[in-house]
C-alpha cells in the first residue's frame, strides 16, 4: 500500500490555504481521471479477451464481439426487446409483491416473538439454500406453462430475503422509542403503526435490492425450462436452434438491464430512502 | 386514580407465573417440531389439492427404488467429482484475485467491471455454453460451477481486505511487527469470516451450477437423472431427487459450514 506520507506528491507547498485548496482540486481529478481510465481498460481488456478467445476457438463456437453487438441491435431494432423484457419485468415484480405480502409479516413475527423466530428459523435458512432450479421446475410443474409459473419462482426465492431483513430490522427497532410510547400510554397498536412499520420499509427496500440480482436470474431461468414469453423464452428459442450468437446476445441484454435496474433505479431509490441514516455512508 | 391501572409485574414474575406445560410448548425446540409438523402437513394439503404435486407417500416409494437400483450413488460420485474440482477452484482463484483486488486499487478499478458482469451472468448462460463449447462429459459442470461461484468468492474476499483496520495496519508498519505476524495476527482474523462467507456463497451457487449443467448435458450425474424423471412425466422421482439435493445441500451448509465458521469465529466468541 501506498504511504501517503512518503509519497506526497513533490509540488511545491502551499503558501496559502486558496492554494493549497487548487492543489487538492487537481490531485482529487487526477486520481479521478485515472480511475476513469482504468475502469475503461477493464472492459476494453474484457472484449479484447473475448476477441482474441473467439479468433482461436474453432468456427461457430465463440461468435465475436461485433456479430453479438449485430444481433443484439437487430433484437433491439425489431422490438422483441420491449416485449419480452416488460413481460420479465412483470413477473419478477409481481413475485416481489408476493414476496413482501408473506414475507414481512413472517419477518416482523420472528423480529418481535422468539417463539416464531424458533419456528421459522428453519425454514427461513433452508429455503434460502435451495438450488434456483428447484424453484423453476417446481413451479413449473404445480402451474404448468403459465405466467404464474415464474411469478411463483420469484416470491418462493425472495421472501426468506424478505422475512429476514424485516426480522433484522425489527430487531433494531430503538427499544427505548418503544419503552418511551408504553410509559406515555400508547396502545400496542398505535406502537406498532408508528414506531416498528417506518423502521420495516427501509429493510424491506433493502431486501428487494438484495434479492433481485437471485429473483431476476430465477425468473430468466423458470421461462428457460417453461416460459410462454419473456428474456428466459428468447434464450431458451435460440439454444434449441444452436445459434451461439442469439443466445449471447440475449444475455448481454439481459445483464445489462440488470445492471441498470439495479445500478440506477434501486440503488438510486435506496440512497434516497436511507438518506437520513448517517451510518449508512459506505467506504468507496 | 391507581386503581384503573392495572397491577405491573416485572417479567421475572410474569414468567414464573407461568405454568410448566406452557413453557414446555413455547420452547425453541418445541417451536421447530412444530413448524417441521406444520411444513408436512402444507406439503399433505398441496398434494391433495393440486394432482401434479407427488403426495409423501409416492415420492419415498420412488426414493427406496433409486436406493435400491443403485442410481443414486454412483450419480452424487459423478457429481461430487465435478463439484468438488469447482469449488476448490473457486475457492483458490477467488482467495487470489480477491486479495488483489483488496489491496489495490488500481486492480480494483481494472477488475471491478468484469467481476460485475460476471456476478450479474446466471448459472444457466454457463450451462448452455459450456454445453455448446465442450459437449458432454466432466468438463461442462466443472467450468460451470468455477464461473458460476468465483465472482462471488472474489467479491467477498476483496471486502474483508479492505475492512482490515487501516490504523492497525498503519501502526504494526511503524512498529516493525514482521509480515508474518501481520499477516497472522491482523489480516487472518480480519479476512477469516469475509472468506467464511464466501465459501458459504461458493458452495450453493456451485451446486447449483452443477447441477444445471448435468441437467442440459448427457452425462449422468443427480441433476441428469432428474432431469429423466421430468421428462418422463414422473414428478415423484423428480421430487424424490429434489429430497436429495436439498438433503446435501442442508447437510454440507448446516454441518460443515456450521462447524467450520464457529472454529474460525473461536477467537471472537471465546472473549464474552
Known amino acids: 500500500m501506498s504511504n501517503p506520507v512518503i509519497e506526497a506528491p513533490p509540488t511545491a507547498p502551499a503558501v496559502t490555504w486558496q492554494e493549497g485548496e487548487v492543489l487538492a482540486r487537481r490531485a482529487a481529478a487526477r486520481n479521478k481521471r485515472k480511475r476513469l481510465a482504468l475502469l475503461v481498460a477493464g472492459w476494453v481488456v474484457l472484449l479484447l479477451i473475448w476477441q482474441v478467445a473467439a479468433y482461436y476457438l474453432p468456427f461457430g463456437t465463440l461468435p465475436n464481439p461485433l456479430e453479438v453487438g449485430a444481433e443484439m441491435w437487430e433484437i433491439i431494432a425489431s422490438g422483441a426487446l420491449v416485449s419480452d423484457f416488460m413481460a420479465s419485468v412483470l413477473k419478477t415484480f409481481a413475485g416481489f409483491g408476493v414476496a413482501v405480502l408473506v414475507g414481512a409479516p413472517v419477518g416482523y413475527l420472528m423480529g418481535r416473538h422468539n417463539y416464531w423466530k424458533a419456528f421459522f428459523h428453519d425454514g427461513v435458512t433452508v429455503a434460502g439454500t435451495i438450488p434456483a432450479l428447484t424453484y423453476a421446475v417446481l413451479s413449473l410443474i404445480i402451474f404448468g406453462l403459465s405466467n404464474l409459473g415464474p411469478v411463483l419462482a420469484v416470491a418462493l426465492v425472495s421472501t426468506p430475503y424478505v422475512a429476514i431483513n424485516v426480522a433484522e430490522g425489527i430487531r433494531g427497532v430503538d427499544q427505548q422509542l418503544v419503552k418511551m410510547s408504553q410509559a406515555f400510554g400508547r396502545s400496542q397498536q398505535q406502537i406498532r403503526r408508528e414506531v416498528y412499520l417506518p423502521t420495516i420499509v427501509p429493510y424491506m427496500f433493502a431486501a428487494v435490492r438484495m434479492s433481485f440480482a437471485v429473483a431476476w436470474k430465477v425468473e430468466a431461468l423458470t421461462e428457460v425450462f417453461g416460459g410462454t414469453n419473456g428474456v428466459g423464452f428468447q434464450i431458451r428459442n435460440e439454444y434449441q436452434l444452436f445459434n451461439i450468437t442469439g443466445v449471447i446476445a440475449w444475455m448481454a441484454l439481459f445483464i445489462v438491464f440488470m445492471l441498470i435496474i439495479e445500478r440506477l433505479v434501486l440503488r438510486k431509490l435506496e440512497a434516497k430512502v436511507l438518506a437520513w441514516r448517517p451510518e449508512e455512508r459506505v467506504r468507496t | ?272
Open chain 2, 1 to 272: 386514580m391507581t386503581a384503573t391501572l392495572t397491577p405491573r409485574r416485572s417479567t421475572e414474575e410474569l414468567a414464573s407465573s407461568r405454568p410448566a406445560w406452557q413453557k414446555r410448548i413455547t420452547s425453541d425446540r418445541a417451536a421447530r417440531f412444530t413448524f417441521y409438523v406444520a411444513a408436512f402437513a402444507l406439503w399433505l394439503v398441496l398434494a391433495g389439492l393440486f394432482e401434479r404435486i407427488p403426495g409423501p407417500p409416492s415420492v419415498v416409494d420412488r426414493l427406496v427404488e433409486e436406493f435400491r437400483r443403485g442410481e443414486v450413488f454412483g450419480n452424487f460420485a459423478d457429481t461430487f467429482y465435478r463439484f468438488g474440482i469447482g469449488v476448490a477452484l473457486s475457492i483458490v482463484v477467488g482467495i487470489l484475485v480477491g486479495v488483489l483486488v483488496g489491496l489495490s486499487p488500481m486492480a480494483r478499478a481494472f477488475l471491478e467491471s468484469p467481476v460485475m458482469v460476471a456476478l450479474s451472468i446466471p448459472a444457466i448462460m454457463w450451462a448452455f455454453l459450456t454445453v455448446m463449447w465442450f459437449g458432454f462429459g466432466h468438463t461442462s459442470p466443472i467450468v460451470t460451477t468455477f464461473l458460476t461461484a468465483v465472482p462471488f468468492m472474489i467479491v467477498n474476499v476483496a471486502q474483508g481486505v479492505l475492512g482490515v483496520s487501516r490504523d492497525l495496519r498503519d501502526m504494526s508498519s511503524s512498529y516493525g511487527v514482521p509480515l508474518r505476524r501481520r499477516v497472522s495476527d491482523l489480516v487472518l482474523p480480519a479476512v477469516m469470516g469475509y472468506v467464511m462467507a464466501g465459501i458459504r456463497f461458493v458452495v450453493i451457487m456451485g451446486w447449483n451450477g452443477v447441477l444445471l449443467a448435468e441437467w442440459f448435458g448427457g452425462s449422468g450425474g443427480a441433476g441428469y437423472r432428474a432431469r429423466y424423471w421430468y421428462d418422463a412425466n414422473q414428478f415423484a422421482g423428480f421430487a424424490a431427487w429434489v429430497v436429495l439435493f436439498v438433503g446435501v445441500i442442508i447437510i454440507l451448509d448446516q454441518l460443515i459450514f456450521e462447524r467450520l465458521s464457529r472454529r474460525a469465529f473461536r477467537w471472537r466468541d471465546a472473549a464474552h
